[in-house]
């Protein structure tokens, strides 16, 4: 499973995209500047492999948005989690074809 270790901290996410990958689910966190109230949000998005996120089709994608703060990677992490949890067969074919 993804663990909170395996994501970077808050003001790297302020600079820059974070991807990474588990057993075959893709993923990158994003600050996405207009959230929720003109706040600053963080965008979750998973998809399969073995693609990087720019040439995934969008069809393929999945997003989620949670707060910018280390309460929202929490959320986006265990968001991930379930995910893969609800699928582990199509995530782990998907590795597979890397």
């Given amino acids: 499973m993804i663990e909170r270790k395996d ?7 302020k600079k820059a ?3 990474g990958s588990y057993e075959g689910l893709r993923f990158r966190f994003r ?3 207009n959230g929720e109230g003109g706040q600053p949000a963080l965008e979750v998005a998973a ?3 073995p693609y990087c996120y720019d040439v995934t089709p ?3 994608k999945q997003r989620t948005e949670v707060s910018f703060s280390e309460e ?4 986006g992490i265990a968001w991930l989690n379930g995910i893969w949890e609800a699928e582990p ?3 782990k074919a998907a590795k597979g074809a890397w």
Wanted: aromatic share 16%; hydrophobic share 40%.
């Fill in 7 to 13: 994501v970077l901290s808050l003001p790297y996410l």
């Fill in 17 to 19: 995209d974070f991807s």
């Fill in 31 to 33: 600050k996405a500047e």
């Fill in 47 to 49: 998809w399969e492999g």
């Fill in 58 to 60: 969008e069809g393929k």
């Fill in 72 to 75: 929202g990677i929490v959320q």
């Fill in 89 to 91: 067969e199509r995530w």
